[in-house]
């Protein structure tokens, strides 16, 4: 058995000053491997070479992310939206589909340059969003859930609903329990019901939203309307995890290179690609989990343990991700090769960093999303010039477990067409 880390719970449980800080504590109290109990959880924390290689090898069957991820965000969705799904998110990623959504992102940068106008100032992450969903319902959901009232309306529901909150706000999830997740629940519906009304419109059988669709056809009328809504659900919530708050992120610290942000506006997509690459290295909160459902055999290095089922195997980027003895604490896009980290001078193991995994999980979304965040970046930046007006490097929510980091504050930015 590691050592107990004494009076250390996470922010589900008890109230925290900063997550990744009190994680970071125990880590130098109690070394690279130690066990938390907060709640009716028990998590073994690892951070050394071999327990994070061991922990990205660990098969599904023995300790699963699927349920690591379901019992973390239950505490923010309905239950119900996990059953009986007929498309899954990490099936979105064939090569046609992706020309796809760079096309809807293409449509949606149009329309959020029209929105802007000539001159303002606006918060980085709220255009971000926005942008996100737009790009996002257009690829997935029904004929017209991208324009007008449809997608305001969407967007209101879909920020209720946003399952993010869970590791975003850990903090709240004790009312979301109180309340029966009411909120949720009746944003839930009315996706339901918007997304249903979208189907009297002609559907092309051929895109991601025609798959949905032909895949409920053998039900009854409202059993498919539900299963379509819930579909579409549980894929743009996905998807808001990320990669909106990743595109914030690299848009800020372009701003604060303006010389790296001149050669983007050039036209150098590989640079692009590698400045994604880095803002999301330094942004990451992510807590890694894999719930344990048979004994494991758990190989950290200088010990092995047997970890047994109901407890929770973990490791948190942010500590991994930054070593400040190494200069990982700074912003660089040389450390990357194409989609390689190549740093590793002094690391103990190559997969110490990462910005969207390893291993049999890593995100089947990174092409897309690194296209994506490069197209955007690109057009944005060669479109207005901008000039961040925070005072001092945006913080992360403190609170936040999980997922790329949003700001703790407004991040206002003005711009004015180049
Ligand atoms: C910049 C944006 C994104 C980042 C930084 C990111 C990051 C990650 C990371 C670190 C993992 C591995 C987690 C683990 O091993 O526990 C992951 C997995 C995953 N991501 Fe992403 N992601 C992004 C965008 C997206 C988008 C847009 C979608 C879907 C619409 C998506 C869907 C998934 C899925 C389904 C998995 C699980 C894969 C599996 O379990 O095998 N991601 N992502």
């Known amino acids: ?10 922010p589900w449980d008890v109230e925290v000053d900063d997550a990744v800080a009190v994680l970071a504590r125990a880590r130098a109290t109690y070394g690279d491997t130690f066990v938390v109990e907060s709640g009716r959880d028990r998590y073994l924390f690892t951070f050394s070479a071999t327990g994070v290689e061991s922990f990205y090898a660990l098969p599904e069957e023995q300790a699963s992310k699927g349920v690591a991820d379901y019992l973390m965000l239950r505490r923010k969705l309905p239950e119900e939206i996990f059953d009986g799904r007929r498309t899954l998110p990490g099936t979105l990623f064939r090569k046609g589909d ?9 449509r949606a940068l149009d329309t959020t340059v029209a929105e802007l106008g000539e001159s303002g100032t606006t918060d980085v992450f709220a255009l971000t969003r926005r942008l996100g ?6 690829s997935w959901a029904g004929p017209g859930c991208a324009d007008g009232q449809v997608f305001e309306d969407l967007v209101v529901a879909f920020d209720a609903l946003d399952g993010a909150d869970a590791f975003v706000h ?12 009411a909120a949720e629940r009746s944003a839930l519906a009315r996706i339901v019901e918007l997304v249903g009304d979208s189907l ?3 559907i092309d059988e051929q895109s991601l939203f025609g798959r949905i669709v032909g895949a409920w056809a053998d039900q009854p009328d409202v059993v498919r309307r539900q299963g379509i809504g819930y579909d579409v659900a549980l894929i743009h919530v996905a998807s808001m995890s990320n990669l909106a708050s990743a595109l914030g992120w690299a848009l800020i610290d372009l701003v604060e290179h303006p010389d790296l942000l001149a050669a983007v506006r050039d036209g150098d997509t590989d640079l692009a690609g590698r400045c994604s690459l880095e803002s999301i290295r330094l942004a990451q909160r992510s807590i890694m989990a894999r719930t344990v459902l048979s004994p494991v055999t758990f190989d950290v290095g200088d010990a ?3 970890v047994g089922p109901g407890a929770t195997i973990a490791t948190l980027l942010p500590l991994t991700n930054q070593t400040p003895a ?13 989609h390689r980290f190549v740093d590793t001078a002094g690391l103990a193991s190559p997969q110490l960093v990462t910005s969207f995994g390893h291993g049999r999980h890593s995100c089947p979304a990174q092409p897309f999303s690194l296209s994506a965040m490069t197209m955007a970046m690109t057009r944005l930046v060669s479109t207005y010039d901008l000039t961040g007006q925070w005072r001092t490097y945006p913080r992360p929510v403190p609170a936040q477990i999980g997922g790329v980091a949003r700001s703790a504050e407004p991040c206002p930015v003005s711009y004015v067409r180049a």
């Open 200 to 202: 009297q419109a002609p």
């Open 98 to 106: 992706v020309a796809s959504y760079l096309v809807n992102l293409e």
């Open 304 to 306: 092995v343990h047997e």
């Open 170 to 181: 850990p903090d709240g999830m004790r009312a979301v329990a109180a309340s029966g997740q």
């Open 133 to 138: 969903h737009r790009m996002g319902l257009a």
């Open 1 to 10: 058995m590691p050592p107990v880390a004494v009076g250390v719970g996470l």
């Open 326 to 338: 190494l200069g990982h604490d700074i912003w660089d896009p040389d450390r990357w090769n194409r």
